[in-house]
Structure formats: C-alpha cells, structure tokens
C-alpha cells in the first residue's frame, strides 16, 4: 500500500507539473524622443511620458528590472538593435519552454511612414516586422506619435489606419496588439495641465487602477484600453484641435483576460482611495510636481496603486477646488478625508495663475451711497451692480449704477438723480478669510436735478466725469458666492447752472461706498 501510495503522489506530482501554466516572463522596452527631424519643433512631454510609463511597468506590472529597457533621446540604429536584442533573448526563453510577453511604448514624433528619432527615421513597418515577428507568446505595441503645436502642442498621430473601437468578448492570452493615441486622419495632442499627452496621461491612469472596472486588483489589456479611448475622447473633445480617437488592431488567440498590471505589488506599494462625486488629480510630492495619475468623477475604479510617499491632491468640482497633501505609508491602504483639504474657488485659483483655472467670472450687484455733489444735500443712494472677469493680475469689472439724494430750503425742494457706467481694474491679494482688492476706476453719468417750488425753475440736466481709486474687501461664503464691500475715491467733474443762465465746471472730491453679493463661474 505504501508503494501504491509512493507511485499515485509520483503521478499527480508530474501530472501537476504538467498541467500548471508555465511562468511569463515579461520584457518592456519604452522609448521617449523630445527631438524629431529637422523640421520638427522640440517636445517638451514625449521623454516625461515615456518615464511614467516605465515607471508604472515596473511598479506594478511583474517586470524584472533585468528585462526593461528605457531609452530617452535615442536614434533609430538604437532602438532596432535594442529591439533585436530583446527578441534574441525572448528566443532563448522559448527554446527553454518558458513564455514571454513583449510590451514596447514609443512616444515622440512620427508621421505615415516611421518614427523621427532625433534627426532619424525608423521605418514604422520595420517596428512592426520586429514585433510582429517577436517569438514572445503575447506582444503589444503602444504608439503615441507627434509633432509641436502651441498651448495644447499637436502630436502627429498619422502613424497606422483607424481602426472600429469595440474589443471583442474575451480578451486573448496570445497574439499581437497594437494601440496608437489617435486616428490616422487626427492629431494626438499634449496637455500643459497635465504635463503629458492625453492618451498616455489616461494610459497610466488606467494601469494605476482607474481602469479597474471589474475591481479584481488586476488591470487587463481591454480595461485599460477601454479607458484609455473614452477619456481621452472626452478631454480632447474640449480643446482647439478637436476630438481625438485612439485606435488598435488585434490579432489574438486563446481565452482569458490579458493582466498588464496588479494593484498590490512590491514592498514599497501603497493604494489610495478617493471619494466620488470629484475629479481628481495626484502629483508626486506637492502641486509643482509631475501628474502621476487622474480618476475621473463617473469612474467606477477609485483606488490607484502608488509606491508609497507624499502625494498632492487635487479635487475638481464644478465651481471650486479642494487641495492637500496626503501621506501613504508602505502596504498602507488610505482613503482621502475631504475634510483634511483646503477648499479653493476658482475665483481665487484663476488669481493664482493656475493652469486648472486662468480665468473666472461673474456677476455682482449691491446697495450704493454715495456723498452728495452739493451742500446741503443727503447721500446719493441707489443700486449698483455689473459683472466682473477675474485674471492672474488683474480684475476687470464694468459696472452700471443710480442713485437719487435731495436738498430742500424754505424756498423749494429738489431731487437729484445719477445714472452712471464706470470700468475698473485691480489687482486682488488672496488672504486666508479675505481678499483685498486695490485698483482704479473711470466713470461717466447723467445728472439730472428737478425742482419743486412755486416759481419757475426747470430741471437742469449735464454730464458728470468721476476717475478714482478704489478698495474692496470680500470674503467667500462658497459655491462661487461671496459679500463684499467697496470704497471709491472719485473726483466728479461736471457743470453747474447757475440761476443766471451761466455756467461752471466744478469738480468735487467725494467717496462712494458699495455693499453687496457676488458669484463666480
């Protein structure tokens, strides 16, 4: 019976050995190229993305760091023989009967016929012989190609025909993928908010757990892709160049889903979780560093798998901010306190410069009084609104206002009504419960006195120039609402009828005051 024993656990022992799937071993070449041909303009993000992308890679998707390569700023005769290199030593895993996956990403300038590397070409067919031909069992190759524009830089992603955009059922363990960032008849396009292209912003993104639709901890090839097409459909969709269609082309065998990355590897890992109903950006250290991932407000994935450290937050809702500074511990799962943050609104962030908002803008209206233009007279009180345009440096406000005041004597009564228009600019310090505003103002109006008296005495009607000076406190009450309070310092020149007929110009020192409410867009 023993030797029964013996000779069953023998069998299942090799029978296991058999049947149990065999290791991948998983190679990642990554290729970033700021500088194209010669008649290309310089990248400034092709480089930075290629390093996210190797980053994320080696994180959290099962390379050796043996196996991955990273070349920036590298020519054409590089990367081939590089990219031979790696199929030579994929070859020697085959014939050892291990299985090897081959993932190359390329960011920089291109166009129809192959990729500009720093005044050199690699003919784009040959990329695809090369991975094509790979002896790895699954290949995937990520292009995101460009060239320069300005503000949101244009990427030329004329680089393989656009392709349907719906992945078929199950993804497969074996085959070739090829995923571009844009269309063959589009532009792919770079961001300065986010200090990257938008596809490959999206693509890591994904892999760092946004894509996670299905919430195994795994991030498969179809999930990240899926993600990657529809945010970067979305976000481009808002800029000058238009709407941007990432594409691909397979040719896959087998069943299963194809896993690029894993949310919970590596000793130095940490996940973190962030509240819905916001977007949200993550920057390494503090707001000045790079983007490192985004999860947006209708994504059902949450958590990001990051290596552990200090991070920025950075919370978008539809008329404020919220910002801060989390730690993550290593093998620590943390979720963001919306409480822990600092709430900005966007008035006060379009007066910080920031590239989340360069401008805000809205109206404002209030109860006005101002000094009367003759003795004896009350204050001039009336209503007073207009709308204001927030910038880095300054506020532009036009505003539109009246008021009445009124004099009498034993001899008549008299009203006194000012229509006006005035323009200001200012510049507007941001204190922590209030902002102060000092800047100056030029402003005309119609005067208008009426008389009521037993003789004759027609109203008497001129114009009036007031420039001044002007200083204002505010204070946010939220939702893009805020009160506020302002002074005018104005000169007003007018004329002045006298009973004989004649005239004067007068100008008369005098102080404005206006109390009232706010909103910003």
């Given at each position: 019976?023993?030797?029964?024993?013996?000779?069953?656990?023998?069998?299942?022992?090799?029978?296991?050995?058999?049947?149990?799937?065999?290791?991948?071993?998983?190679?990642?070449?990554?290729?970033?190229?700021?500088?194209?041909?010669?008649?290309?303009?310089?990248?400034?993000?092709?480089?930075?993305?290629?390093?996210?992308?190797?980053?994320?890679?080696?994180?959290?998707?099962?390379?050796?760091?043996?196996?991955?390569?990273?070349?920036?700023?590298?020519?054409?005769?590089?990367?081939?023989?590089?990219?031979?290199?790696?199929?030579?030593?994929?070859?020697?895993?085959?014939?050892?009967?291990?299985?090897?996956?081959?993932?190359?990403?390329?960011?920089?300038?291109?166009?129809?016929?192959?990729?500009?590397?720093?005044?050199?070409?690699?003919?784009?067919?040959?990329?695809?012989?090369?991975?094509?031909?790979?002896?790895?069992?699954?290949?995937?190759?990520?292009?995101?190609?460009?060239?320069?524009?300005?503000?949101?830089?244009?990427?030329?992603?004329?680089?393989?025909?656009?392709?349907?955009?719906?992945?078929?059922?199950?993804?497969?363990?074996?085959?070739?993928?090829?995923?571009?960032?844009?269309?063959?008849?589009?532009?792919?396009?770079e961001s300065d908010a986010l200090s990257g292209s938008f596809f490959t912003h999206y693509l890591v993104s994904g892999l760092?757990g946004a894509a996670d639709h299905d919430r195994d901890g795994a991030v498969s090839l179809e999930e990240v892709y899926t993600?990657?097409?529809?945010?970067?459909?979305?976000?481009?969709?808002?800029?000058?160049?238009?709407?941007?269609?990432?594409?691909?082309?397979?040719?896959?065998?087998?069943?299963?889903?194809?896993?690029?990355?894993?949310?919970?590897?590596?000793?130095?890992?940490?996940?973190?979780?962030?509240?819905?109903?916001?977007?949200?950006?993550?920057?390494?250290?503090?707001?000045?560093?790079?983007?490192?991932?985004?999860?947006?407000?209708?994504?059902?994935?949450?958590?990001?798998?990051?290596?552990?450290?200090?991070?920025?937050?950075?919370?978008?809702?539809?008329?404020?901010?919220?910002?801060?500074?989390?730690?993550?511990?290593?093998?620590?799962?943390?979720?963001?306190?919306?409480?822990?943050?600092?709430?900005?609104?966007?008035?006060?962030?379009?007066?910080?410069?920031?590239?989340?908002?360069?401008?805000?803008?809205?109206?404002?209206?209030?109860?006005?009084?101002?000094?009367?233009?003759?003795?004896?007279?009350?204050?001039?009180?009336?209503?007073?609104?207009?709308?204001?345009?927030?910038?880095?440096?300054?506020?532009?406000?036009?505003?539109?206002?009246?008021?009445?005041?009124?004099?009498?004597?034993?001899?008549?009564?008299?009203?006194?009504?000012?229509?006006?228009?005035?323009?200001?600019?200012?510049?507007?310090?941001?204190?922590?419960?209030?902002?102060?505003?000092?800047?100056?103002?030029?402003?005309?109006?119609?005067?208008?006195?009426?008389?009521?008296?037993?003789?004759?005495?027609?109203?008497?009607?001129?114009?009036?120039?007031?420039?001044?000076?002007?200083?204002?406190?505010?204070?946010?009450?939220?939702?893009?609402?805020?009160?506020?309070?302002?002074?005018?310092?104005?000169?007003?020149?007018?004329?002045?009828?006298?009973?004989?007929?004649?005239?004067?110009?007068?100008?008369?020192?005098?102080?404005?005051?206006?109390?009232?409410?706010?909103?910003?867009?």
């Open positions: 019976m023993s030797r029964i024993a013996c000779v069953l656990l023998a069998l299942a022992t090799l029978l296991c050995a058999r049947t149990a799937p065999a290791e991948v071993v998983r190679y990642a070449l990554v290729i970033g190229n700021d500088q194209g041909a010669s008649g290309d303009a310089p990248l400034r993000f092709a480089q930075a993305d290629a390093r996210k992308v190797f980053a994320v890679l080696r994180e959290l998707g099962e390379f050796h760091p043996e196996n991955m390569l990273l070349l920036e700023g590298r020519g054409a005769e590089d990367v081939q023989r590089v990219l031979i290199s790696l199929n030579a030593r994929i070859r020697a895993e085959a014939s050892a009967g291990r299985d090897a996956m081959l993932f190359v990403y390329y960011s920089g300038h291109a166009d129809a016929e192959g990729l500009h590397l720093g005044g050199t070409a690699l003919e784009l067919a040959l990329v695809e012989r090369l991975v094509q031909g790979s002896p790895a069992a699954f290949r995937v190759l990520v292009l995101d190609a460009c060239r320069s524009g300005a503000l949101t830089r244009v990427k030329g992603g004329h680089v393989v025909p656009p392709f349907a955009v719906t992945l078929p059922g199950p993804s497969a363990s074996e085959g070739v993928a090829f995923l571009t960032s844009s269309a063959a008849n589009e532009d792919a396009q760092r993600y990657a097409y529809q945010h970067t459909l979305r976000a481009s969709s808002q800029t000058l160049y238009g709407a941007q269609h990432p594409t691909f082309r397979l040719d896959l065998k087998g069943h299963g889903a194809v896993p690029l990355t894993w949310l919970w590897r590596g000793t130095r890992s940490a996940r973190l979780s962030l509240p819905e109903d916001h977007d949200f950006l993550l920057f390494s250290q503090s707001e000045l560093g790079p983007v490192i991932a985004e999860v947006g407000q209708r994504d059902v994935a949450r958590t990001l798998a990051l290596d552990a450290g200090r991070y920025f937050v950075r919370g978008r809702a539809a008329d404020h901010l919220l910002e801060g500074v989390v730690d993550v511990a290593p093998g620590e799962e943390q979720r963001v306190d919306l409480t822990q943050l600092e709430r900005v609104e966007y008035a006060r962030l379009a007066r910080k410069g920031g590239t989340e908002r360069v401008r805000a803008h809205g109206p404002w209206l209030g109860y006005q009084a101002r000094t009367p233009l003759w003795s004896g007279a009350d204050l001039c009180q009336g209503i007073r609104g207009g709308y204001a345009l927030d910038l880095a440096v300054l506020t532009l406000s036009a505003g539109a206002g009246f008021c009445r005041s009124g004099f009498e004597n034993r001899l008549l009564s008299a009203h006194a009504d000012e229509t006006s228009l005035d323009l200001s600019a200012a510049h507007v310090f941001d204190l922590p419960v209030v902002s102060v505003a000092l800047g100056a103002t030029l402003g005309a109006g119609w005067l208008r006195q009426s008389f009521e008296t037993r003789g004759r005495a027609p109203p008497r009607n001129g114009w009036v120039l007031f420039p001044g000076v002007l200083a204002s406190l505010s204070t946010e009450l939220g939702a893009g609402f805020s009160i506020f309070a302002e002074g005018i310092g104005r000169l007003s020149v007018f004329r002045q009828q006298r009973a004989d007929g004649s005239e004067d110009t007068l100008a008369d020192p005098g102080l404005q005051l206006t109390f009232g409410a706010s909103k910003r867009f």
